[in-house]
């Protein structure tokens, strides 16, 4: 299988420093790649920056300003205490959503079987004219996008299984019929952002599109597993997507410090 690993020095330099999100996580995957002898059989790729046009599919043009001036003028966060900013932060968030869009393309045109993007800052609570939760701009929602304006998907899955509710994807694509948003995380009345609860399925013509599947504080392996199973699998089965995106956080791991979900290796 021909696997693409995206990833770029820049990503490192979105300096954070001892915020939970910071370099050391992309540090410790390549690490772990390496020293299990994973990486020489992957195809390294550097990405590329994503341009203006390409974050205007789903962001406003002051949200993509308001980034780039916070990263020029030294400003240490934007909108929130926990979206902290750096010099580099404007060119990393362009090189990870460019990077997302670069990976979809060559899946898309079966140049790669699939890809794996350890990008930051993140995306997923990032929200059209926001910046929240770590995010700035949505890479995973624009890829989405990306997909079924320029490409021509008409059936895009999006499954997001960070402990934390992907707000800004679920409310990007709420309305829609050809993106079908799947999110596994903590039960949203003991974990930020405070959404996706069960009763979040869609609206309008995206009714049915969005299915949150809250899991209470304290599950372990075997009922998380259990829920993969009779719940979660049937859907994307039923969906037949044509196209399968999947925002990868691994915060629901029983050792992260800022959720309480006790999941262990064996579930992901």
Not at 25 to 43: H, K, Q, T, V, W
Not at 59 to 65: A, G, K, P, Q, S
Not at 132 to 151: D, H, K, V
Request: aromatic share 10%; glycine share 6%; with cysteine.
């Amino acid at each position: 299988m021909n696997t693409g690993f995206y990833s770029h020095p820049l990503f490192l330099e979105h300096d954070t420093g001892s915020h939970p999100e910071n370099a050391e996580r992309l540090i410790a995957i390549r690490n772990r790649l390496e020293s299990e002898r994973i990486l020489e059989n992957l195809e390294l790729r550097p990405g590329r920056q994503a341009t203006s046009g390409e974050i205007a599919m789903l962001h406003n043009e002051t949200l993509f300003d308001e980034v780039r001036q916070a990263s020029e003028e030294g400003m240490r966060t934007l909108h929130s205490p926990d979206c902290i900013v750096s010099e580099k932060t404007f060119s990393a968030a362009l090189q990870a959503v460019g990077s997302v869009l670069e990976a979809v393309e060559e899946v898309s045109e079966q140049r790669l079987d699939n890809a794996f993007c350890a990008v930051r800052p993140p995306g997923h609570h990032a929200e059209r004219d926001q910046a929240m939760g770590f995010c700035f701009f949505n890479s995973i929602a624009l890829a989405a996008e990306y997909l079924t304006r320029r490409l021509g998907y008409r059936r895009v899955l999006i499954f997001d299984f960070d402990v934390h509710h992907g707000n800004g994807t679920q409310h990007l694509f709420e309305e829609r019929d050809d993106v079908f948003f799947v999110s596994t995380h903590q039960d949203p009345r003991s974990c930020y952002p405070g959404t996706g609860y069960a009763r979040e399925t869609g609206r309008g013509p995206g009714s049915g599109f969005t299915r949150n599947l809250p899991l209470p504080p304290w599950t372990e392996d075997a009922a998380y597993l259990d829920q993969v199973e009779h719940q979660l699998l049937p859907l994307l089965i039923e969906y037949a997507p044509d196209f399968i995106l999947v925002s990868a956080g691994f915060d629901a791991h029983r050792d992260d410090p800022l959720a309480s979900l006790n999941l262990t290796e064996r579930a992901f």
